[in-house]
């Protein structure tokens, strides 16, 4: 008897963390978020006006052979920096070229134009193959360390010597195929909490990143990419965040 309440305990105990494993891999429940964008004009937002605009509740940016950035370009949200936050919003673009969601960045004065900005980019790509898809963290203008410090699926720690260590797994490359929408609409969430942030995409954590590093940035400016080179366009719309 003793024996078989022993199991049932363990089992129940394997049981509960399975669920509470489960649900922290869920997106939060949305509350107090502040909208920043308007989805009429770029009111709030600073960005080259050749590429940027807003059309039926959309902020799209793009690229042509006609109009085009040698270099990296950013739409720089204005009115002011976050430490720790919550940013929820949603995307759509195509497969030409990439995009990125800056956070915690520093916009560079006197740089190639004059918005630029470096620090963490959650990457965007309309792509489902593995490490080129969404929601990786990649060092823009290596302020952070050097190119991707955190691929997608992974929940890691970068030490103090800028080490990383993978601790586990949040989705691999045919689950993360199930959950991307290709050619469509993507929801995003960033959580931000002192060394700590989260990516989820449509609702599932797919990078846990804890940032132990000297690197590690605390605050800074929120801005949307579009990539140099081949003509791209994206779009965004539903921007809202939170400070924490």
């Known amino acids: 008897m003793i024996r078989l309440l022993s199991v049932a305990l363990m089992i129940s105990a394997m049981a509960a963390m399975?669920?509470?494993?489960?649900?922290?891999?869920?997106?939060?429940?949305?509350?107090?978020?502040?909208?920043?964008?308007?989805?009429?004009?770029?009111?709030?937002?600073?960005?080259?006006?050749?590429?940027?605009?807003?059309?039926?509740?959309?902020?799209r940016g793009e690229t042509t052979d006609e109009v085009k950035t040698k270099r990296n370009t950013f739409l720089i949200y204005d009115k002011g920096t976050f430490a720790d936050f919550e940013l929820r919003l949603s995307y759509r673009l195509n497969s030409a070229n990439n995009s990125g969601i800056q956070y915690?960045?520093?916009?560079?004065?006197?740089?190639?134009?004059?918005?630029?900005?470096?620090?963490?980019q959650h990457e965007i790509r309309n792509e489902i193959?593995?490490?080129?898809?969404?929601?990786f963290i990649y060092s823009e203008g290596g302020v952070t360390g050097k190119g991707r410090i955190c691929l997608c699926g992974e929940k890691a720690v970068r030490k103090a010597d800028n080490t990383k260590e993978v601790t586990a797994t949040l989705i691999d490359n045919e689950g993360y195929k199930k959950l991307f929408n290709l050619d469509g609409?993507?929801?995003?969430?960033?959580?931000?909490?002192?060394?700590?942030?989260?990516?989820?995409?449509?609702?599932?954590?797919?990078?846990?990143?804890?940032d132990n590093s000297p690197l590690v940035?605390?605050?800074?400016?929120?801005a949307l990419q579009l990539h140099g080179g081949k003509p791209m366009?994206?779009?965004?719309?539903?921007?809202?965040?939170?400070?924490?």
């Not at 993507?186 to 804890?210: E, M, P, R, S, W």
């Not at 539903?238 to 400070?243: E, G, L, P, Q, S």
Request: aromatic fraction near 10%.
């Open 185 to 210: 609409w993507n929801d995003v969430i960033i959580i931000a909490k002192g060394n700590h942030i989260q990516h989820y995409l449509n609702g599932k954590l797919v990078l846990d990143f804890t």
């Open 129 to 135: 193959a593995f490490p080129n898809v969404s929601g």
């Open 233 to 244: 366009w994206v779009e965004y719309k539903n921007i809202r965040i939170k400070a924490l």
């Open 104 to 120: 915690r960045s520093k916009r560079i004065e006197n740089a190639a134009n004059n918005w630029t900005v470096r620090g963490y």
């Open 18 to 59: 399975a669920a509470d494993e489960c649900s922290s891999s869920k997106a939060p429940e949305e509350s107090g978020m502040q909208s920043i964008f308007n989805g009429k004009d770029l009111t709030g937002w600073d960005g080259d006006p050749r590429l940027w605009s807003v059309k039926d509740g959309v902020l």
């Open 217 to 222: 940035l605390k605050e800074g400016v929120i």
